[in-house]
């Protein structure tokens, strides 16, 4: 007996009714207001990228300011999946995605009018709280949509699509918006999109949660909180500044609380998130390959529009179209993969999507300040095709694996995966491009105070070579960004390797995964 059967002979055993699938075009619609929840946070995670040079300029926070600004939402939202994936399977998820939009939008005029460092870190924060009950909810009312898995992969390709379509309109219009207005208005355009998604989400969207949840333990969500936020900051803070014995006393306690969390879910009759679903290898394998893909990526992707723009001296709508074929890439991936898992085989669409991450990144490790658009379109390109393939199939691998009552937990792993992926990737391979950075040599009669701000960051040396004479600044810039480049490159190389040791993982891990065929009653 198939999982799939299983789960319809205990529903019907147990006298539980099974809920029918919606009518065929109002699940489509639903979908398409999911997509307005994954556009809003595509959105905004590209264009803070685009926005940090005018953002370090106007607020000119220093080197781990910016670090902070630029992972401290990945932090929060890693820390918070689980457990709000866990609150949407207990009250509905639709009414967890309609709440979570609203304070999205909200908090978005905060980090818009963010008048210092410290301000933007506060407001990138309370996104992340946002931000996680959105994602979750997302997935997981696909799984719950979606009752034939054929149709169900082409919905998560068509999700993964518009995360990938969010990530390339970002630039573009957060280009535009820089070039005409302040860097805060960046943050200003998740508000349409938000009352589109809630106005429209209350009319299309079905509502869907567990029948029998159990309650929502208040205890096991600090614990997470605690134990990711504390584990993540001591990864970075060890990373930038060495190992101190304060940054071990906080990765003892992030351990000691994420043990605690483990031990308390394995013992609760209602976990946030039940254990027993790592037992199954394709959930294991694919949640792994998410985190480590991630991993390899997120550092280099923080930077490349800083690289654009600082050291090839494009504009932000240049820099911006500059990265959409890596989303032309990931959507035509994305929208073939759950085809071609099931043609060829789920492990070689993951291996392949990945290794053609890492030849993406391996071709990062030659970019000059003279390299040409065309270049770096084909890289780009490759990338986002390796990506959207890798990632789709694992997403559908995630959502197969586990009954639909579970499906916001189960989501918010694959989420939380990727989110750390993103923080330790942020914190690992930025903190090589910081320290590679820092060591550039100063040329002669150079201030001091000068000095120090260019070292900062490299958005810090732009601008305090303004107050140089033009030889001097010249010769600062040189040298700040033929160090910038270095970095940036050592930081690809590191990215490629983790690539392509993932790939080989997930060749073993996933080997015997396939994709469910028949339809779910």
């Given at each position: 007996?198939?999982?799939?059967?299983?789960?319809?002979?205990?529903?019907?055993?147990?006298?539980?009714?099974?809920?029918?699938?919606?009518?065929?075009?109002?699940?489509?619609?639903?979908?398409?207001?999911?997509?307005?929840?994954?556009?809003?946070?595509?959105?905004?995670?590209?264009?803070?990228?685009?926005?940090?040079?005018?953002?370090?300029?106007?607020?000119?926070?220093?080197?781990?300011?910016?670090?902070?600004?630029?992972?401290?939402?990945?932090?929060?939202?890693?820390?918070?999946?689980?457990?709000?994936?866990?609150?949407?399977?207990?009250?509905?998820?639709?009414?967890?995605?309609?709440?979570?939009?609203?304070?999205?939008?909200?908090?978005?005029?905060?980090?818009?009018?963010?008048?210092?460092?410290?301000?933007?870190?506060?407001?990138?924060?309370?996104?992340?709280?946002?931000?996680?009950?959105?994602?979750?909810?997302?997935?997981?009312?696909?799984?719950?949509?979606?009752?034939?898995?054929?149709?169900?992969?082409?919905?998560?390709?068509?999700?993964?699509?518009?995360?990938?379509?969010?990530?390339?309109?970002?630039?573009?219009?957060?280009?535009?918006?820089?070039?005409?207005?302040?860097?805060?208005?960046?943050?200003?355009?998740?508000?349409?999109?938000?009352?589109?998604?809630?106005?429209?989400?209350?009319?299309?969207?079905?509502?869907?949660?567990?029948?029998?949840?159990?309650?929502?333990?208040?205890?096991?969500?600090?614990?997470?909180?605690?134990?990711?936020?504390?584990?993540?900051?001591?990864?970075?803070?060890?990373?930038?500044?060495?190992?101190?014995?304060?940054?071990?006393?906080?990765?003892?306690?992030?351990?000691?609380?994420?043990?605690?969390?483990?031990?308390?879910?394995?013992?609760?009759?209602?976990?946030?998130?039940?254990?027993?679903?790592?037992?199954?290898?394709?959930?294991?394998?694919?949640?792994?390959?998410?985190?480590?893909?991630?991993?390899?990526?997120?550092?280099?992707?923080?930077?490349?529009?800083?690289?654009?723009?600082?050291?090839?001296?494009?504009?932000?709508?240049?820099?911006?179209?500059?990265?959409?074929?890596?989303?032309?890439?990931?959507?035509?991936?994305?929208?073939?993969?759950?085809?071609?898992?099931?043609?060829?085989?789920?492990?070689?669409?993951?291996?392949?999507?990945?290794?053609?991450?890492?030849?993406?990144?391996?071709?990062?490790?030659?970019?000059?300040?003279?390299?040409?658009?065309?270049?770096?379109?084909?890289?780009?390109?490759?990338?986002?095709?390796?990506?959207?393939?890798?990632?789709?199939?694992?997403?559908?691998?995630?959502?197969?694996?586990?009954?639909?009552?579970?499906?916001?937990?189960?989501s918010a792993v694959s989420e939380t995966a990727y989110e750390l992926g993103a923080a330790l990737g942020i914190a690992l391979l930025g903190s090589i491009v910081t320290g590679i950075y820092r060591g550039f040599p100063v040329p002669a009669g150079v201030p001091a105070d000068v000095s120090a701000a260019a070292h900062d960051s490299l958005g810090g040396a732009v601008e305090s070579a303004r107050v140089l004479p033009p030889e001097?600044?010249?010769?600062?810039?040189?040298?700040?960004?033929?160090?910038?480049?270095?970095?940036?490159?050592?930081?690809?190389?590191?990215?490629?390797?983790?690539?392509?040791?993932?790939?080989?993982?997930?060749?073993?891990?996933?080997?015997?995964?396939?994709?469910?065929?028949?339809?779910?009653?």
């Amino acid at each position: 007996m198939t999982s799939t059967e299983r789960r319809a002979h205990g529903a019907n055993g147990a006298g539980g009714a099974v809920p029918e699938p919606i009518a065929r075009p109002g699940r489509w619609l639903a979908l398409a207001v999911l997509v307005f929840a994954v556009l809003l946070v595509a959105v905004d995670a590209t264009v803070l990228g685009l926005a940090t040079p005018f953002l370090s300029e106007d607020l000119k926070p220093s080197g781990t300011q910016l670090l902070w600004i630029g992972d401290v939402y990945s932090f929060i939202i890693a820390g918070l999946l689980v457990s709000m994936g866990s609150l949407g399977d207990r009250i509905g998820r639709k009414k967890l995605l309609l709440t979570g939009a609203v304070a999205f939008g909200a908090v978005s005029v905060l980090n818009a009018y963010a008048s210092s460092p410290e301000m933007m870190i506060v407001a990138r924060a309370l996104l992340g709280v946002a931000g996680a009950t959105l994602m979750p909810s997302t997935l997981a009312l696909i799984r719950n949509i979606f009752h034939d898995p054929k149709e169900r992969s082409l919905a998560v390709g068509i999700w993964g699509a518009a995360a990938s379509a969010g990530a390339a309109v970002g630039p573009v219009v957060g280009g535009f918006l820089l070039e005409h207005f302040w860097w805060g208005s960046v943050f200003l355009i998740n508000l349409p999109v938000m009352a589109v998604l809630v106005v429209v989400g209350i009319k299309l969207l079905p509502e869907s949660k567990d029948p029998n949840p159990g309650p929502w333990d208040l205890l096991s969500v600090a614990l997470s909180l605690v134990g990711m936020v504390a584990v993540v900051y001591s990864i970075k803070e060890a990373a930038v500044h060495g190992f101190r014995w304060d940054i071990a006393v906080t990765a003892v306690i992030g351990v000691g609380a994420l043990y605690w969390f483990v031990r308390r879910q394995r013992s609760l009759p209602s976990p946030l998130l039940d254990m027993r679903l790592f037992q199954h290898k394709g959930f294991s394998g694919a949640v792994l390959a998410d985190l480590l893909t991630i991993l390899g990526l997120a550092g280099l992707v923080f930077f490349l529009s800083q690289f654009l723009q600082l050291v090839q001296g494009r504009s932000p709508l240049n820099a911006g179209l500059i990265e959409l074929p890596a989303a032309v890439g990931a959507v035509l991936a994305g929208l073939s993969a759950g085809y071609f898992a099931r043609r060829v085989s789920v492990r070689s669409a993951v291996s392949g999507g990945l290794v053609a991450v890492g030849l993406a990144l391996g071709a990062c490790t030659v970019l000059t300040a003279d390299t040409s658009e065309v270049a770096l379109g084909c890289a780009l390109f490759l990338g986002g095709l390796g990506a959207g393939l890798a990632f789709t199939v694992t997403a559908d691998v995630i959502l197969s694996s586990v009954p639909k009552e579970q499906a916001g937990a189960a989501s918010a792993v694959s989420e939380t995966a990727y989110e750390l992926g993103a923080a330790l990737g942020i914190a690992l391979l930025g903190s090589i491009v910081t320290g590679i950075y820092r060591g550039f040599p100063v040329p002669a009669g150079v201030p001091a105070d000068v000095s120090a701000a260019a070292h900062d960051s490299l958005g810090g040396a732009v601008e305090s070579a303004r107050v140089l004479p033009p030889e001097q600044a010249t010769a600062l810039l040189d040298s700040a960004r033929d160090a910038f480049t270095d970095g940036f490159q050592t930081s690809a190389l590191i990215g490629a390797l983790v690539l392509f040791a993932t790939a080989i993982a997930a060749w073993f891990m996933l080997r015997g995964q396939k994709l469910e065929d028949g339809i779910e009653h």
